[in-house]
């Protein structure tokens, strides 16, 4: 049960928190040009790493807000924490 | 009875204060001080409990959380009993009650028993390999199997204590109240760390605490004065909280630790009343310290079972701590020196040993020779090969081992004794820093698993005897010199002890000891609580199971309540020998929490009945529970279901209430529908985005109806917004949807369109929602607020005022869920009941109708209109739903569009929405039953659902909706819904019954 410091509130239990998934799939701009397959990878696919992983995370008892964590799902040792639209700031 | 295997020993255990207890009715007594176990010993009762399996008598082993044998059924009471309760953990207190288990009829005779002569026939994976065969005959095998299965019996009634959680944030935990936690602990509280001891005991101490022997000394005293004293001292410390009666249950990541204290388990029936029973702590530390000592190994030889035969180390303790001699005549029997302290322990207090017996060649380490001095005589390099006594044991048959230990030699010997102590070397207490995730590494001098220090998750160590340590020379060094560096500490109390002990010389370790039989016809039981001997691990790998944690399953090896504590080293070593496999690379079993059973009242806490969910009310609540009405739940919410008059069923509440709303008016609680208030320069936007229609477009006072999907093209919410002003709408959803609804649109406004201007508030409790429906509506609705003109030019269908009633600020819709003319009025929650009885008063001369849920239901089914979770699961799309009108097909995006073009969505056989009209209008169809076209189809395929059903009283016929596949092109043909006990013919039709003109929405 991990600890995770959310960018708006500090540190907070993991209870409070809601998983969204993998970072970083853009919606695509114009998905009426995708062919089927184009938007089945966007719709499905997503990666279940073991090791880094960059994820979504919403302090959905908190505030609120989504943003993005990188996380080592081998350990739970979490390497950064950074707001939507920015970079992260370890490299992927 | 006079207690003749009591000693003197006012230490620990209170003579002054006797209690009474029964077990298996039988009354005795014991001390304040005493558990179960060293009370039942000091009333000469070995003999408690039957195996699981071949049901064997077997006695108290241990003294500790590792028992395996001495389980027992606390009391009777059908809501307090408390099954597999360890009989060496239990204090003992005035009126306790205990039970044997697994046997019946009693512990003395148990017809289980037959099993052990069968025994030869029930191998490893016997149930595996015998009920597999024939299939059919499963459902039979498994009465008896269950029947026969399971441990204790569990409560019946529910549970009326008291359980407590606690959050605790500290600096440093210490877990375990031995010497080294001990030392642990001071040394942090003194340099300023907010610090928690924990013990699972009563006492702080481990076995130091009763180690009185010579060659153990601390600066001239006995270890057990040393540390006396040290604990006297640490309870002054501030910084310092200790709880006693508290186990550590489980150590999960990022110092988070759970750990259960038992508050009254040890007082009596009468001291409990009105007291917590377990309270569950819930930690976080900044460090950890385990401390959590190590217990004793047995010694795995042919009916190494029977009652009396004990570890050594439990014995000591017995005699040390509770002053209860475990026999009369005790032999020891080791491969090791720990065995000798219980020699001395025992001679001290006056009891016959009658040998020692050693595997190994010779020991002349000081406390050998301290034994010697007592002239016991000790049988060098021999082992047992055998054990007789059924009840308890009574001869031992010794014999020499040959110079590898794998076979015996020379001639058997005899011994007559009561009580056999064992001691196979020690196992670590890993179990809290493996659930932490830190890996462990093998010591092959002593075949012990250790913590991998470059393996350690940080901020924590491991120190004492779970690191490895076991001679107390070392113990106090290491942990004083650890302890110092995990916590930045300069100088130790500690630094300058001058410490005596005596030093191991020479091991020797044989897994499984030899017999003069062959292994097929002994039983050399590994795990004691299974029945799982040395012969069923064998048997495994000659079956071909490599991995350990196939062989512990297949054999149930360390699969019972004491999960393996005693076992699984054996059972290891046992496999490693035999696959010629380093028990290095072997590995361990994985250790998961709880490390001792934990009940489910710590787990739940407060969180049980009304606490465990929440229940929400709307603010006409107990309007509806004056008047009489059902409720259903509808996620959290408690909503009116039907009001039942006069003794009305449900059914002929419905058929009214759905009656009078078409042909007066009736009134329904809409306040749960989740409502969402939209504001900023892209509310527009926004919504165009996420419904798929357009919206662009809608007028200021105006409401639409709009569908949401999923990016994957299935609908997955609806409900009317309204536009309140040019960036201000309301938006309602489904009950149950709100607040996925809500968490869905936050996401795709943080994440995706970060670039609109679009604030969404939920507002659902704040605003109650009063819907008025029916011909006669318009006329309450003109009482309640007299000044709104109502007229369908200026009020038209889908439009929405604001307005005032009695001074209160409202919104009223003109928008219908039934297909009647209809209004909805949102008030703050607040005003909501009194508005409510206000439009009730209104209606008196009109007979309105208070509906419910279930009414509501059936007027939108008579309409055709869709409730989604009801008539979708969330494999349907828009198409599937006939509903292709609410496509913006001229739309750019919105959220699931590019999905509804799909190969697998524009399929034509897609399940789609359906109108069903029974053959016979009287019949009412089953909501989930099944359609078919061929009734002799062997395997009958399965066209579709029903997902609504109702009679109609409007159409004075049955109705339903349903989906089926190419749904669309199947009106008018006919089918068939197989029941039980008959074939319902149905027509597909279409899926508006009522009003197909929709005439009465403006009537």
Known sequence: MFIINCPYCGERDQTEFSSGGEAHIVRPKQPTELSDDEWAEFLFMRKNIKGIQFERWNHSHGCRKWFNVVRDTSNDKIHAVYKMGEKPPVNK | ?1003
């Open chain 2, 1 to 1003: 009875m006079p207690q003749e295997l009591r000693i003197n020993n006012n230490k620990f255990i209170d003579q002054t204060t006797r209690l009474s207890f029964k077990f298996n009715g039988e009354k005795l007594y014991g001390y304040k001080g005493d558990t179960l176990a060293s009370a039942l010993l000091a009333n000469n009762i070995h003999l408690v409990g039957r195996s699981f399996k071949y049901h064997r008598p077997r006695g108290i082993m241990t003294c500790g959380s590792e028992e395996p044998n001495a389980i027992v059924q606390i009391g009777n009471d059908p809501s307090l009993t408390d099954p597999n309760v360890r009989a060496t953990e239990i204090e003992l207190y005035e009126g306790l009650e205990a039970f044997s288990q697994n046997c019946w009829p009693n512990v003395k005779f148990d017809i289980g028993g037959i099993n052990n002569l069968l025994s030869p026939l029930l191998p490893a994976g016997f149930y595996y390999k015998t009920f597999m065969w024939p299939a059919s005959f499963w459902e039979k095998y498994e009465f008896f199997i269950r029947h026969s299965a399971g441990l204790g019996k569990s409560p019946t009634k529910p549970d009326p204590d008291i359980y407590d959680h606690k959050y605790y944030h500290c600096d440093v935990l210490v877990v375990g109240g031995g010497i080294s936690g001990i030392m642990a602990a001071k040394l942090s509280a003194e340099n300023n760390n907010e610090t928690l001891l924990l013990d699972d005991k009563n006492i702080l101490g481990g076995a130091t605490i009763y180690q009185n022997n010579d060659c153990f000394q601390i600066d001239g005293t006995h270890t057990n004065y040393w540390l006396e004293k040290e604990i006297k001292n640490i309870k002054n410390i501030k910084n310092l909280t200790i709880k006693t009666r508290t186990s550590l249950a489980a150590y999960h990541g990022y110092n988070y630790l759970l750990a259960k204290e038992n508050l009254t388990d040890h007082l009596s029936p009468d001291e409990r009343k009105g007291k917590i029973r377990q309270r569950l702590w819930k930690i976080r530390a900044k460090k950890v310290i385990i401390a959590t000592g190590s217990i004793e190994r047995p010694l795995i030889f042919n009916n190494n079972d029977r009652p009396g035969i004990m570890l050594s180390s439990a014995i000591k303790k017995f005699i040390d701590f509770y002053g209860v001699k475990a026999g009369k005549e005790i032999t020891l029997f080791t491969n090791n020196d720990s065995a000798y302290e219980t020699a001395i322990s025992l001679k001290k207090s006056g009891v016959n040993i009658v040998s020692i017996i050693d595997i190994r060649d010779k020991s002349s380490s000081k406390i050998v020779k301290e034994v010697e001095k007592h002239n016991i005589k000790i049988y060098w390099k021999h082992t047992i090969v055998n054990t007789e006594g059924y009840r308890r044991i009574s001869f031992i048959e010794i014999m020499q081992l040959s110079d590898d230990g794998s076979d015996v030699i020379g001639k058997k010997i005899k011994l007559k004794t009561d009580c056999l102590g064992i001691s196979g070397g020690w196992t670590p207490m890993v179990h809290l820093f493996t659930q932490s995730g830190g890996k462990l590494k093998f010591r092959s001098d002593d075949n012990v698993f250790l913590p991998d220090k470059n393996k350690t998750p940080s901020d924590q160590i491991s120190i004492g005897s779970c690191n490895g340590d076991f001679d107390i020379k070392d113990i106090i060094l290491n942990s004083n010199k650890d302890v110092k560096t995990f916590l930045g500490i300069e100088n130790s109390s500690f630094d300058n002890l001058k410490v005596e002990s005596s030093k191991e010389e020479m091991k020797r370790n044989i897994w499984l000891l030899p017999s003069d039989k062959p292994i097929g016809k002994t039983k050399p039981f590994l795990d004691f609580q299974n029945d799982s001997t040395a012969k069923d691990v064998k048997l495994a790998l000659r079956e071909g199971f490599k991995s350990i944690e196939h062989v512990k399953r297949y054999t149930t090896t360390g699969m019972g309540t004491d999960q393996g504590k005693l076992s699984n080293m054996h059972a290891l070593g046992i496999i490693a020998e035999i696959t010629g496999t380093n028990m290095g690379e072997l590995g361990t079993t994985t250790f998961r929490p709880p490390y001792t059973p934990l009940t489910f009242g710590a787990i739940v806490g407060r969180n049980v009945g009304e606490f465990f969910d929440h229940t929400r009310k709307t603010a006409m609540h107990n309007w509806h529970v004056q008047n009489k009405a059902k409720f259903e739940n509808v996620g959290q919410w408690k909503r009116a279901w039907y009001y039942p008059k006069n003794g009305e069923t449900m059914f002929e509440a419905v058929q009214r209430e759905s009656k009078a709303a078409r042909e007066s008016v009736g009134i329904l609680d809409a306040s749960t529908l989740g409502k969402i208030d939209i504001q900023g320069t892209d509310a527009s936007e926004f919504l165009n985005r996420v419904y798929t229609n357009a919206w662009s477009k809608l007028a200021i006072g105006k409401c639409r109806y709009g569908l949401m999907l999923n990016e994957d093209g299935m609908v997955y919410d609806d409900g009317v917004t309204t536009r309140l002003g040019e960036n201000h709408y309301i938006m309602t959803t489904t009950t149950g949807g709100a607040a996925n609804v809500l968490t869905k649109l936050e996401d795709y406004l943080q994440t995706e369109w970060p670039e609109l201007d679009v604030y969404l508030t939920t507002v659902t409790d704040h605003f109650s929602t009063i819907s008025i429906c029916g011909p006669n509506s318009k006329k309450i609705l003109s009482k309640v607020i007299p000044d709104l003109d109502l007229s369908d030019e200026k009020f038209p269908h889908m439009s929405f005022k604001n307005s005032i009633i009695n001074g209160i600020k409202c919104r009223v819709m003109r928008i219908s869920f039934t297909g009647e003319h209809s209004y909805e009025i949102n008030i703050q929650s607040n005003y909501a009941k009194h508005v409510w009885e206000l439009c009730m008063d209104a209606g008196k001369n009109y007979n309105i109708t208070p509906y419910g849920t279930e009414t509501m239901h059936l007027l939108r089914a008579e309409k055709g209109f869709i409730i989604t979770g009801q008539d979708t699961d969330g494999t349907m799309t828009p198409s599937d739903l006939q509903m292709d009108w609410i496509i913006g097909k001229k739309k750019f995006d919105f959220i699931g569009k590019r999905s509804l073009y799909r190969s697998d969505t524009i399929r034509d056989d897609r399940k789609q929405l359906v109108g069903l009209l029974t053959d016979d209008p009287k019949e009412i169809l089953e909501e989930g039953a099944q359609i078919v076209e061929k009734l002799n189809q062997k395997p009958v395929e399965m066209l579709g659902h029903v997902t609504s059903s109702y009679f109609s009283p409007n159409l004075n016929k049955s109705i339903a909706l349903a989906v089926m596949k190419s749904g669309k092109k199947l009106k008018g043909k006919k089918f068939f819904v197989p029941m039980e006990n008959k074939n319902i013919n149905v027509t597909v039709t279409d899926t508006v019954f009522f009003d197909k003109e929709n005439k009465r929405l403006n009537a």
